[in-house]
């Protein structure tokens, strides 16, 4: 379970979207996540899961970690599924018993709701398949620079994220192996009520913690060695450059909101 | 003058001790160093000898209170002038996990040149040459938590090399690794003294690595309380087993066989053992 995450996960490749310009690929994905939520109709939805297709099949990342980067919401689906197919009542009814009834309302709810989850993530996770984290959030931070004018320190977060991104996995082995550790040491860490794990988890996360602030200390020394000042007078050995795809990306993103707009207009309304 | 890189003179160093503590001992006391230009250097003691605090001096990430300390002739004072420093003096420390610092072997490489504001043309021929140097190339594109502790420890040099800068301080750099990632990184470091000049100063325990140093010194209580060629330090078995430090293995089987002289290397004591039963070291 623990290392199976996938967030900030790069798949290396060549595609057109691994060679787009960072800041262009974060802008779009933000924008697909709004016309997401803008959507009213299923054929609207049915437009943006379209580009959504195209873009996995675009970006050349194997479907198997496309379905992976899924794997963690498979509950908050379920979830959702279920509580929207009993909480929305309305139009003909499929089934009944007790209390509960399924309408054609709820079930159109349910499937609506999954669909633009799944999209959202696909997207979402598309945008860290095909981009490197440091590229990531060089973009960021670029896109970001304006805030500079009310004294944000942009540089400074990109740099936290950056770090925060290199560290998950160095951190995800350190768990395992404090985990081991206690286990080794007769720690019970499966079984018991929720407190009891709770409880068994504390041992685990406090030598973590140690450990972090000991690896944030050295990580300093070592910055401080390499002439790390802060963002001023810092150059960048990969240089950004707004290319024609990327503003075709652009148009392309205001295209499917035209798009959805139309079509929300045209067809009935789901939610 | 010209021919120094690092002088340490008279250096006395004490870390702070926390508010109601009771002051402490000094991690370096009265320590006299001159490291020339191009030399390999090896710095051997035991734990709490003062031998990693003799290398974080060197750039400048402590001062000391007092005496003083010299790179190229600057004193880390200022900020400014530890920034200066910084750029002579690269270091690289014993856990290749903690300094790391990009998600992209290539991209850590940059982080250094980035750093002093380099050109990103400039950047990039420095981190593809960077990366040949330590053979590390064709890892260029991959994800530091997915190499060995060798190859990890040889990015970290890298970003260092990149840097340019004249020196290398090693803190213990090998004491994380198997024997494979060990053989890997000192014979990285050995080609880079060799072939490109740079000065090394390789802070370590194992005696084996300390054998084919130019000079070593040996640290006790915050003290330097030998110095030599290894030849000369190693001949001293007994000195050097009281400062609670091995010799290689090679020199200890030799002397305890009763051979005069002073061997380093498992090749020599081979043939010194076959000579002396007459035989062939074939």
Redesign the interface.
């Known amino acids: 379970m623990i290392g199976d995450i996938t967030i900030g996960q790069y798949y290396a490749g060549a595609s057109v979207l691994h060679r787009m310009d960072p800041r262009a690929k974060l802008a779009a994905t933000f924008w697909l996540i709004v016309v997401i939520f803008l959507c009213k109709s299923f054929f609207a939805l049915g437009l943006i899961t379209l580009t959504a297709i195209v873009a996995v099949l675009l970006s050349r990342v194997p479907l198997k970690m496309i379905f992976r980067s899924l794997r963690p919401i498979v509950i908050i689906l379920i979830f959702t599924a279920v509580l929207n197919v009993f909480y929305n009542k309305g139009g003909a009814t499929y089934w009944e018993w007790w209390k509960i009834t399924v309408t054609e309302k709820g079930v159109n709810t349910a499937l609506f709701t999954m669909v633009r989850i799944i999209v959202l993530v696909v997207i979402s996770s598309l945008l860290t398949y095909t981009t490197t984290p440091t590229m990531l959030t060089d973009g960021l931070e670029r896109l970001l620079s304006p805030l500079k004018v009310f004294k944000i320190k942009v540089h400074t977060l990109a740099m936290m994220m950056t770090l925060a991104l290199r560290f998950i996995p160095t951190l995800i082995e350190e768990i395992e192996r404090i985990m081991n550790a206690q286990k080794a040491r007769g720690a019970d860490l499966e079984t018991g009520g929720l407190l009891q794990r709770a409880k068994a988890l504390v041992p685990i996360f406090i030598p973590l913690m140690v450990s972090a602030f000991r690896r944030a200390y050295e990580l300093a020394f070592a910055m401080t060695c390499r002439c790390y000042t802060g963002g001023e007078g810092r150059t960048r050995m990969k240089q950004m450059k707004l290319a024609a795809r990327d503003v075709l990306l652009l148009i392309f993103c205001a295209g499917i909101t035209a798009g959805v707009l139309v079509l929300n207009h045209f067809f009935t309304a789901v939610i | 003058m010209n021919d120094t890189i690092i002088e340490f003179e008279n250096v006395t160093f004490t870390y702070d001790s926390e508010e109601g503590e009771a002051p402490k001992t000094p991690a370096l006391r009265n320590v006299t160093l001159r490291v020339k230009r191009g030399e390999f250097l090896a710095v051997l003691g035991h734990n709490g000898s003062g031998k990693s605090t003799l290398a ?1 001096l060197c ?1 400048a ?1 402590y001062t000391p209170q007092s005496g003083v300390v010299r790179v190229n002739g600057l004193v880390g004072d200022t900020e400014e002038k530890a ?1 200066q420093i ?2 002579i003096v ?2 690289v ?1 014993q ?1 290749p ?8 072997v ?2 850590d490489v ?11 043309q400039e ?2 021929r420095r ?1 593809d040459d960077a990366l040949r140097a330590v053979n590390m190339y064709e890892f260029r ?1 991959r ?3 997915k190499l060995s502790g060798g190859q990890k420890q040889r990015v970290a040099i890298a ?2 090399l990149a ?1 340019q800068t004249d020196c290398i301080v090693l803190d213990e750099p090998t004491a994380m690794l198997d024997p494979k990632g060990r053989e890997e990184v000192m014979s990285t470091v050995h080609r880079l003294n060799e072939e490109m000049g740079i000065t090394v100063i390789l802070v370590t325990h194992f005696m084996d690595e300390a054998v084919d140093a130019d000079r070593v010194v040996v640290m006790d209580s915050g003290r330097i309380v030998m110095q030599g060629t290894p030849a000369q330090v190693f001949s001293q078995v007994d000195t050097v087993r009281r400062y609670g430090l091995d010799v290689p293995q090679a020199t200890e089987l030799c002397h305890a066989l009763g051979m005069p002289g002073c061997v380093l290397t498992i090749e020599d004591c081979v043939a010194q053992i076959a000579a002396r039963a007459g035989g062939d070291a074939g």
């Open positions: 974080k750039n990430i920034d910084r750029r690269g270091m420390f856990n996990d903690n300094q790391i610092v990009a998600t992209i290539e991209d940059a982080f250094g040149p980035e750093n002093l504001g380099v050109e990103p950047i990039r981190v594109l994800e530091p938590h970003g260092v840097m």
